[in-house]
Every structure is written in structure tokens, then in C-alpha cells.
């Protein structure tokens, strides 16, 4: 390590005796002694409490769509708070929002609030199981939908440990979770025209819910085949199964409709979180005002903080800037451009390598041609893409740790961002394969 980090050492020795692993998600532990600690955010960079500057590529897993401390939406919400910030009661600014998001996602006919995206894909589940009366839910090997207990499977496993495609075992993500669980959900490869519909022959009738994120975006931005969502929409409508997408990373950042306008597919409910509130608390569910039209009427959702003022205030002013102004335009436009600068280094320096995922919200994996699901994606070489991160890092451009988590782009991010960046990463990779 070329950088100094010791504020960062000192304050996780301190952290580790008062919170586990020092961090408040396992998600943000990288190691001993490497983790860095922030200090401040603005814009598209960061700064750990050592001083250190960073292009940041992690935007907070995602919600950073405008930019770090983005001042609109900041005044918005410093101005609203001085009017109360948790009220039980519903105000207008919510229904504008529900209006918003009618207007913005063509599924979501009607919506409720929700403060993460856990709690959002949570609420959708249970709808789906009261309007279907059934109880199985199928999720898609390597996608992450939140960390409760029945959608925890085969998300960050080895993917060895998934068995053979053909007759794939959820694989709980931690220990805790109840075996009664186990029984609820089914667990299929990403892309698996066949298995599904081999799945769907045995169990069709009894599953709730297919429940899956556009693209990877807990997998390296693994990207759908073509015809694949639309293979799950046609599945869903023969067996009466309720598609939930889970929009938690792609609403609000592939377009202003999320992934359902870029994909160009309908789903009958959506989950949202993250860029709605551009770091600011809240998230969504929504579908066909038929099935959620059922809550409240034998059906339970709620939430102390669902309407918390400064996410509402916050989501209303995100969505307004995103209608007014070309923001996920630009940020595309910018993505592209990072995308094929890194594909030109990687050509330059003869290393395989496939990109996936959306321009602004990408990956790639290291040493294969092309990668369809997380079972592809596990032959792909993790070290040296851990190696050149590592690198990059210390020299001011920070993507996640974790070759999962995509690069996420925001509009905040400059030109002069991107060629910086490309300047590290032809660095990095040189530096690393000499490692
Ligand atoms: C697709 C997806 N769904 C759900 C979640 C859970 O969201 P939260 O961390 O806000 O609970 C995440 C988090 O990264 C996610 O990526």
C-alpha cells in the first residue's frame, strides 16, 4: 500500500471493539488495515478521513444518481425538515410523488412507501403471495434482493455449491436462516431458458412470485439475453404468477422509467430504492392497481418511517430534476465513453475480458469471453480484477472491492473524471499483472 491510510487503521481498531467487523454492513469490511473510513463526499469524488481523494465509482451501492450532496435536492429537504419530519399522517407532497412515479414508471399504477429496498421487495413479496394464495417464490442464482431471511439463497455462495443446473439447491447466504424457509423458495441459473421452464412444468402453479433483478446488478451487471424477460413475462401470464422486478438498483438511473423502459418490458409489480432519493431514506413498491389495490383490505403494510419527510421531499426533487433535465442522458453518454475507454485497455494489454450491465452501472469479468450467469462469472478471474482495483485505489479512483458490485456512474461525474480514470485504470493495469 503506497497511500497513507493510518487514520483509517486507527479509527477500525477502535470500531471493531464497538461494532462488529468495525462496519455497520458486512458489505463495507474490504480486510484489516484496508478499509477506508470516510471522512466527507461532494460531487462524484470522496475523501477518507485520512485525506485521501477518490473518484468515487461506488456512489453508496447505488443511490448517488445527481451527485454526492447534490445542493437542489440538499435545500429542498434542509428547507422542509424545519416543518416537521415524521408526522403519521399522509401529506400532499406524497401523493405528488405517487403521481410522479405513475407517471415515470408505466407499471406502477399504484405505489406505497418503504424506506429500503429490502423492505420495498419484502412488501411486493407478500402481496404476491396474498393475491396468488400461493406460497413459493422463484428467485435467479446471484441476484441479491435485500437481507431477510426468505430471499437470502444462493446470492453470494460459491457457485459450486448451487449443484448441477439441472436440479439447483438455494444455498443460504448466512447462517440463521430458518430451514422452514428453505421449503419457500426455488432457485434457478440466470438466463436458463430451459431449467426455468423445466421448473415452472413441476411447480408452476404453486409459485407466487418470479422475483428478479433486470440485469445482475449484484453479479457484475450480468446482462439479459435477449428474449430472456421476456421469456419470464410470457411464463408468468401462462402459470398466474405475479413478475416482480426488482428496480432497487436500475430504477431511476437506466432511464427515467428504469429498467422496464430500457428493456422495453412490463412486470406486474416493481421494487424501488436507492437513486429515487439520491442518498436520501425511501423506497417504493408498486404494480397493477389490481393486486395492490388488495393491501389494506386483508392485507398488512406499514412502516413508521415509510413517509419520512426528508426522503419524500428528497425523492420528489430527484424526479423532478430527472424529468426536467437530461441527467441520465449525459450520465449514459459518460458511461459509454468509461466502458470503451476500459475495453481499449484491456485490448491494448491482451487480457480477455467481457463488460456487462447498463453505462451507467457496469462490470466486467477478467479472463472469459462472455458471462450468462453467476456459474459463468465464478470462472472468471476474481484476483486480478481485485489486483487492479487495489491499485486504482491508491491512486484516487475507487470502484467496490468486491467484483460483484458494479461501477456506478453518476451525472456529477466529468469528462475530466473519465480521463483521469482511464489514465489510472491503463496504470493499474499494468501494475497489476506485474503483481
Ligand atoms: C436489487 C436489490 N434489491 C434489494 C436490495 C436491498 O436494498 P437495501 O440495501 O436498501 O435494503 C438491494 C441492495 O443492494 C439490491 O441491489
Given at each position: 500500500?503506497?497511500?497513507?491510510?493510518?487514520?483509517?487503521?486507527?479509527?477500525?481498531?477502535?470500531?471493531q471493539?464497538?461494532?462488529?467487523?468495525g462496519?455497520?454492513?458486512?458489505?463495507?469490511?474490504?480486510?484489516?488495515?484496508?478499509?477506508?473510513?470516510?471522512?466527507?463526499?461532494?460531487?462524484?469524488?470522496?475523501?477518507?478521513?485520512?485525506?485521501n481523494?477518490?473518484?468515487?465509482?461506488?456512489?453508496?451501492?447505488g443511490?448517488?444518481?445527481?451527485?454526492?450532496?447534490?445542493?437542489?435536492?440538499?435545500?429542498?429537504?434542509?428547507?422542509?425538515?424545519h416543518?416537521?419530519?415524521?408526522?403519521?399522517?399522509?401529506?400532499?407532497?406524497?401523493?405528488e410523488?405517487?403521481?410522479?412515479?405513475?407517471?415515470?414508471?408505466?407499471?406502477?399504477?399504484?405505489?406505497?412507501?418503504?424506506?429500503?429496498?429490502?423492505?420495498?421487495?419484502?412488501?411486493a413479496l407478500?402481496?404476491?403471495?396474498?393475491?396468488?394464495?400461493?406460497?413459493?417464490?422463484?428467485?435467479?442464482?446471484?441476484?441479491?434482493?435485500?437481507f431477510?431471511?426468505?430471499?437470502?439463497f444462493?446470492?453470494?455462495?460459491?457457485?459450486?455449491t448451487?449443484?448441477?443446473?439441472?436440479?439447483?439447491?438455494?444455498?443460504?447466504?448466512?447462517?440463521?436462516?430458518?430451514?422452514?424457509?428453505?421449503?419457500?423458495?426455488?432457485?434457478?441459473?440466470?438466463?436458463d431458458?430451459?431449467?426455468?421452464?423445466r421448473m415452472?412444468?413441476?411447480?408452476?402453479?404453486?409459485?407466487?412470485?418470479?422475483?428478479?433483478?433486470?440485469?445482475?446488478?449484484?453479479?457484475?451487471?450480468?446482462?439479459?439475453?435477449?428474449?430472456?424477460?421476456?421469456?419470464?413475462?410470457?411464463?408468468?401470464d401462462?402459470?398466474?404468477?405475479?413478475?416482480?422486478?426488482?428496480?432497487?438498483?436500475?430504477?431511476?438511473?437506466?432511464?427515467n422509467?428504469?429498467?422496464?423502459?430500457?428493456?422495453?418490458?412490463k412486470?406486474?409489480?416493481?421494487?424501488y430504492?436507492?437513486?429515487?432519493?439520491?442518498g436520501y431514506?425511501?423506497?417504493?413498491?408498486?404494480?397493477?392497481?389490481?393486486?395492490?389495490?388488495?393491501i389494506?383490505?386483508?392485507?398488512?403494510?406499514?412502516g413508521?418511517?415509510?413517509?419520512?419527510?426528508?426522503?419524500?421531499v428528497?425523492?420528489?426533487?430527484?424526479?423532478?430534476?430527472?424529468?426536467?433535465?437530461?441527467?441520465?442522458?449525459?450520465?449514459?453518454?459518460?458511461?459509454?465513453?468509461?466502458?470503451?475507454?476500459?475495453?481499449?485497455?484491456?485490448e491494448?494489454?491482451?487480457?480477455?475480458?467481457?463488460?456487462?450491465?447498463?453505462?451507467?452501472?457496469?462490470?466486467?469479468?477478467?479472463?472469459?469471453?462472455?458471462?450468462?450467469?453467476?456459474?459463468?462469472?465464478?470462472?472468471?478471474?476474481?484476483?486480478?480484477?481485485?489486483?487492479?482495483?487495489?491499485?486504482?485505489?491508491?491512486?484516487g479512483?475507487?470502484?467496490?472491492?468486491?467484483?460483484?458490485?458494479?461501477?456506478?456512474?453518476?451525472?456529477?461525474?466529468?469528462e475530466?473524471?473519465?480521463?483521469?480514470?482511464?489514465?489510472?485504470?491503463?496504470?493499474?493495469?499494468?501494475?497489476?499483472?506485474?503483481?
Open positions: 500500500m503506497t497511500h497513507n491510510m493510518s487514520k483509517s487503521q486507527e479509527l477500525q481498531k477502535k470500531a471493539q464497538l461494532i462488529p467487523l462496519v455497520n454492513s458486512n458489505f463495507r469490511y474490504w480486510g484489516d488495515g484496508i478499509t477506508p473510513y470516510v471522512q466527507k463526499a461532494k460531487g462524484s469524488h470522496l475523501w477518507d478521513v485520512d485525506g481523494e477518490y473518484i468515487d465509482y461506488r456512489l453508496a451501492f443511490p448517488i444518481i445527481l451527485g454526492h450532496s447534490y445542493d437542489e435536492v440538499d435545500n429542498a429537504v434542509a428547507e422542509a425538515i416543518n416537521g419530519t415524521m408526522c403519521a399522517m399522509t401529506s400532499a407532497l406524497e401523493v410523488l405517487a403521481q410522479r412515479i405513475k407517471d415515470m414508471c408505466p407499471c406502477c399504477e399504484m405505489s406505497r412507501l418503504a424506506c429500503s429496498g429490502t423492505e420495498a421487495t419484502q412488501h407478500r402481496v404476491a403471495r396474498a393475491y396468488t394464495g400461493r406460497e413459493l417464490v422463484l428467485k435467479f442464482e446471484g441476484n441479491y434482493h435485500g431477510y431471511d426468505y430471499m437470502l444462493s446470492t453470494y455462495a460459491p457457485a459450486e448451487y449443484n448441477n443446473r439441472r436440479n439447483p439447491t438455494p444455498v443460504p447466504s448466512s447462517s440463521g436462516i430458518p430451514k422452514a424457509l428453505h421449503s419457500l423458495v426455488l432457485t434457478c441459473p440466470f438466463n431458458f430451459e431449467q426455468l421452464d415452472l412444468k413441476t411447480y408452476g402453479y404453486q409459485i407466487a412470485a418470479i422475483i428478479t433483478e433486470p440485469c445482475q446488478g449484484n453479479c457484475a451487471g450480468i446482462d439479459p439475453a435477449p428474449g430472456w424477460l421476456e421469456f419470464i413475462r410470457k411464463k408468468c401462462e402459470y398466474g404468477i405475479v413478475f416482480i422486478l426488482d428496480e432497487v438498483k436500475s430504477g431511476f438511473r437506466f432511464a422509467g428504469g429498467a422496464q423502459e430500457w428493456y422495453k418490458i412486470p406486474d409489480m416493481a421494487t430504492a436507492k437513486a429515487m432519493g439520491n431514506p425511501l423506497a417504493m413498491f408498486g404494480g397493477k392497481k389490481e393486486i395492490m389495490s388488495i389494506g383490505h386483508g392485507v398488512a403494510q406499514g413508521t418511517y415509510n413517509n419520512n419527510m426528508p426522503g419524500v428528497a425523492a420528489n426533487k430527484v424526479l423532478e430534476i430527472l424529468q426536467r433535465e437530461p441527467i441520465i442522458k449525459t450520465i449514459i453518454k459518460r458511461g459509454t465513453r468509461l466502458m470503451d475507454g476500459l475495453k481499449k485497455i484491456f491494448e494489454y491482451g487480457v480477455p475480458v467481457a463488460f456487462s450491465g447498463h453505462p451507467t452501472m457496469f462490470s466486467y469479468a477478467i479472463g472469459v469471453e462472455k458471462v450468462t450467469c453467476q456459474r459463468d462469472w465464478a470462472e472468471s478471474e476474481r484476483d486480478l480484477y481485485l489486483k487492479i482495483v487495489d491499485v486504482a485505489i491508491e491512486k479512483v475507487m470502484p467496490d472491492h468486491d467484483p460483484r458490485e458494479p461501477w456506478f456512474l453518476c451525472y456529477s461525474h466529468s475530466a473524471d473519465i480521463d483521469k480514470t482511464l489514465e489510472v485504470m491503463r496504470d493499474a493495469l499494468k501494475l497489476a499483472k506485474r503483481k
